[in-house]
């Protein structure tokens, strides 16, 4: 009877040992692979890290081109406001003064006139020249300039010759001998031809 027992006592704890004994062996094993899984993970972003670099380094350069276009295309905006702005501020009173011209040139013959004549009253063509005088004075700080023609060489891109006569000197053929009506520049910018007439 007791020999039973112990058959029955050995046989039911044979197993358990052997069972425990293969747990011990798995968590050996598993602790062995943990540090060689944790090396992997180490490893694995040591490989990305110089990928990431040169992806953050193409979006930086991509970032700072973008920039630098941008920089240049507000310069180009700045100059280009910055002179139209100007261009607007010289040419606005063009249309103005483009009609007081005629104005002037009566002022002007009103004044040649009475000059010539021999019993001219001196007070009328005193208030002439200084009406006259006062006009272009304004229209000169306006940025108003007549433009030099007699004696000079025909210029077209200031002169228009209206008609040829014949000279004497040979140092007058070509020149402008008279104008007929005064030429003005507007800024630099000519908004009447002088008409003017050449020797031949």
């Known amino acids: ?113 009475l000059e010539q004549l021999e019993n001219a009253d001196l007070h009328s063509v005193e208030g002439v020249r200084l009406i006259y005088n006062k006009l272009l004075t304004f229209l000169q700080g306006k940025g108003l300039k007549i433009i030099e023609a007699k004696g000079k060489a025909l210029d077209t891109d200031f002169h228009c010759a209206i008609a040829k006569v014949p000279v004497k000197e040979k140092k007058m053929k070509g020149k402008i001998i008279d104008v007929a009506l005064e030429g003005y520049t507007l800024n630099g910018k000519v908004i009447r031809f002088a008409n003017v007439i050449v020797g031949e």
């Open 1 to 113: 009877m007791s020999e039973a027992k112990t058959k029955k006592h050995q046989a039911h704890t044979g197993p358990d040992v052997d069972h425990l004994e293969e747990q011990e062996l798995q968590e050996q094993q598993q602790q062995q692979e943990k540090p060689q899984k944790q090396q992997a993970e180490e490893a694995k972003p040591e490989v990305e890290q110089p990928q990431q670099s040169s992806d953050l380094q193409k979006k930086l350069d991509d970032a700072n081109d973008r920039l630098l276009r941008l920089q240049a295309e507000f310069d180009n905006y700045r100059k280009r406001t910055a002179r139209e702005r100007l261009e607007l501020v010289l040419t606005a009173s063009e249309e103005v003064i483009k009609g007081m011209l005629p104005v002037l040139d009566d002022c002007q013959r009103a004044l040649s006139t």
